[in-house]
């Protein structure tokens, strides 16, 4: 496959994920929750707890997905004033993304069912760096 193909894939993957229920649901929730510190807290241990649980199956995100803890918590805590809203809501989407069993593709499905939240992990730090 050339790399022109390859490109061309990646980025009709972008859109399926991105246009997804489950993806826009995701994002709803994120823009509903960032006013509420509390909400971003919870969800940030459920994400943790579920990252312990699936830790093999995301060893491909697993220091990005620690970055984003860490930047979350430092946000929460005031320490990490700087960060844009956009880039808190991109992060807290992939978070809501990632502990949602039921989204794109399903993550009780062996093999490929964390594919699709890998996916996002890397567009969301993708669209981080651009900024």
Excluded at 57 to 63: C, R, S, T, Y
């Amino acid at each position: 496959m050339s790399s022109q193909n390859t490109s061309k894939t990646k980025s009709q993957e972008e859109v399926h994920v991105h246009e997804s229920k489950a993806y826009k649901k995701a994002q709803r929730k994120a823009k509903r929750m960032v006013d509420d510190k509390k909400k971003v807290e919870t969800t940030v241990g459920k994400a943790e707890k579920y990252i312990y649980k699936h830790k093999g199956k995301l060893d491909e995100v697993i220091d990005d997905l620690d970055t984003f803890i860490r930047l979350l918590r430092a946000w929460i805590s005031g320490k990490y004033k700087e960060v844009p809203v956009t880039t808190i809501i991109l992060i807290i989407t992939a978070i809501i993304y990632l502990i949602n069993p039921f989204d794109l593709i399903p993550d009780f499905i062996p093999v490929i069912g964390f594919i699709d939240d890998a996916l996002v992990i890397a567009l969301v730090l993708r669209s981080i760096l651009r900024w």
